[in-house]
C-alpha cells in the first residue's frame, strides 16, 4: 500500500522559477536568488508566514548545493535529535556537511539553540532556520548574529491563483478526468486561503474528492468551494504575531479616523472569538487618541466594552461596532499622553523635590507639633481660583500640558486664560 502525500507536497516546486510569491527575494536580481545561484549557501532564518515557500526554497537550497539535507521541526526535536545530526558530520553520510532545516525554531530554548553554534560557526552545518514569529524575538542574538534574515511575505491572491490552477491540472492528470470549474471557484480557493498556498492546494484535492463525477468529468462547484475554504483566510494566534499585528491595525485605524479599516480589523478578532483583546485596545484608543477631545467618548467606550462582555459573541459585535465608530469619528487629541509622558520623564530623570508646605497634609504633623501651612483654598475666591505654587521649587515653571487644537480643549484655553488673566 502506497504511503498517502498530500497533494501540497506532491507539487512542491523543485526549481526557483516554479516558486509562486516572493518576487522581493527570488526574482531575478533579487538578494536570495543571487545567493542561492552562487553556491555559497550561508546560515539564514526565514521568517514569515505557513504556506509562503520557507520550506520549499530550503529544499531547492539543499538540492542545488549536494548537501545531505536534515529536517527537524523544532515542536518535536530536542538536543537528542540536534546531537544525531552532528554524529553524522564528517562520515559517508555527510561527506560534504550538512545542510539543517530547522522548522519552526522559536519553539528551541537558549540551550537547544546554543547547541549549533560551534558546528555554523565552522561550518559544517549550514543551518536554514524557519519562524512565523518575528525572529528578532524569538531567536537568540548569538544564531541571528551568526544568519541572515529572510522576509517570505504572504502570497497574495493572484499568485495562489496561479498554482490552483495548476493543481486543477495536475489532479486531472492523476485521477485521468476532466474537471468543469464554476466561475469564481479558483478565485475564491485564492482568495479564501489567507495567503496560504499549501492550503489552497489541499483545499483543491479535497474538492475532487468530494465532487459529483459524470463520465469521466468532475463538477467543482462554487458552493463546495465556499463550505471547503469557509474560514480558511484567519491567520490567528492568540500568542503570535498576527495577533497583535491586528492589535496594532485596529489601534492605527481609529487613530487615522478610518472607520473602515477599524471595522475589518475588529471583524477579524471577533471571527477568531477574541474579545478581551479588543475591548482592551479599543478604551486605550478612547483614551490615548480621542483623549480631552472628546472626553465622553471613554465612559461611552466603557459602557460598549462592559455591555460586549456581558452580552458574549455574537451579540458583542454590536457595542463594540458602536465604539469603533464612536471613535473614528470623534475629534483626536493626545494633548493627554504627551502631557503624562512629560511628567513621568522628569521623575524617571529624578527631577521632583520637596512638596512645597502649602500643599502636604497638615493633619500629618500630629498633635502639639501644628504649624502653619498657608495654604489658600481656592473656592474662597472669585472665580474659584488664586494664584500659589503647587510644583515643587525646583521645577516651577515646568509645562507638561498644552492644549490641543480642538473645540473642546480650545474651549477649556479660553476660559482659564480669561480667568488667570492671561487672555
Not at 177 to 186: F, H, P
Not at 296 to 308: E, F, G, L, R, S
Amino acid at each position: 500500500m502506497s504511503t498517502y502525500r498530500p497533494l501540497a507536497d506532491e507539487l512542491r516546486p523543485t526549481a526557483l522559477d516554479d516558486v509562486v510569491g516572493q518576487e522581493h527575494i527570488l526574482g531575478r536580481g533579487g538578494l536570495l536568488r543571487r545567493i542561492i545561484d552562487s553556491g555559497s549557501i550561508p546560515n539564514m532564518v526565514f521568517y514569515g508566514p505557513s504556506g509562503s515557500g520557507k520550506t520549499t526554497v530550503a529544499n531547492i537550497i539543499a538540492q542545488s548545493s549536494g548537501r545531505t539535507l536534515y529536517k527537524l521541526n523544532a515542536t518535536t526535536s530536542g538536543i537528542a535529535d540536534i546531537k544525531g545530526v552532528i554524529a553524522d558530520l564528517d562520515t559517508m553520510l555527510a561527506p560534504n556537511g550538512v545542510l539543517l532545516y530547522l522548522d519552526e525554531i522559536q519553539y528551541f530554548n537558549k540551550k537547544q539553540q546554543q547547541s549549533l553554534l560551534e558546528f555554523i560557526e565552522n561550518g559544517k552545518i549550514t543551518l536554514i532556520a524557519s519562524t512565523t514569529e518575528n525572529p528578532y524575538f524569538y531567536v537568540y542574538n548569538a544564531v541571528l548574529s551568526r544568519s541572515t534574515v529572510f522576509e517570505f511575505k504572504a502570497l497574495t491572491a493572484e499568485s495562489i491563483e496561479r498554482a490552483v490552477l495548476r493543481a486543477v491540472a495536475y489532479m486531472e492528470t492523476r485521477e485521468g478526468v476532466r474537471a468543469e470549474c464554476e466561475d469564481g471557484v479558483t478565485r475564491h480557493i485564492a482568495m479564501a486561503c489567507g495567503g496560504d498556498a499549501r492550503k489552497a492546494i489541499n483545499s483543491v484535492e479535497l474538492l475532487f474528492s468530494a465532487a459529483e463525477r459524470d463520465d469521466g468529468v468532475v463538477r467543482l462547484t462554487l458552493a463546495d468551494t465556499e463550505q471547503v475554504a469557509q474560514r480558511s483566510a484567519m491567520r490567528y494566534d492568540r500568542d503570535g504575531d498576527a495577533h497583535y499585528d491586528i492589535l496594532s491595525a485596529l489601534h492605527k485605524s481609529i487613530r487615522g479616523s478610518d472607520t473602515d479599516a477599524a471595522l475589518h480589523y475588529l471583524a477579524r478578532l471577533l471571527e477568531a472569538g477574541d474579545i478581551l483583546a479588543p475591548c482592551r485596545r479599543i478604551l486605550c484608543a478612547a483614551c490615548e487618541d480621542i483623549g480631552l477631545a472628546y472626553p465622553q467618548a471613554i465612559p461611552i467606550v466603557k459602557a460598549c466594552v462592559d455591555a460586549a462582555t456581558q452580552l458574549g459573541l455574537p451579540e458583542a459585535r454590536l457595542p463594540l461596532a458602536d465604539a469603533v465608530i464612536l471613535l473614528c469619528t470623534a475629534p483626536k487629541s493626545n494633548s493627554g499622553v504627551l502631557a503624562i509622558d512629560a511628567a513621568l520623564a522628569d521623575i524617571r530623570a529624578g527631577r521632583s523635590g520637596e512638596i512645597p508646605r502649602e500643599l502636604q497634609n497638615k493633619h500629618a504633623d500630629g498633635a502639639g507639633f501644628e504649624r502653619e501651612q498657608g495654604y489658600k483654598y481656592p473656592h474662597d475666591f472669585p472665580n474659584h481660583y488664586t494664584p500659589q505654587q503647587y510644583l515643587p521649587d525646583a521645577l516651577v515653571g515646568r509645562i507638561y500640558y498644552e492644549y490641543g487644537e480642538n473645540k473642546t480643549e480650545l474651549a477649556a484655553k479660553r476660559y482659564w486664560d480669561l480667568i488667570k488673566g492671561e487672555d
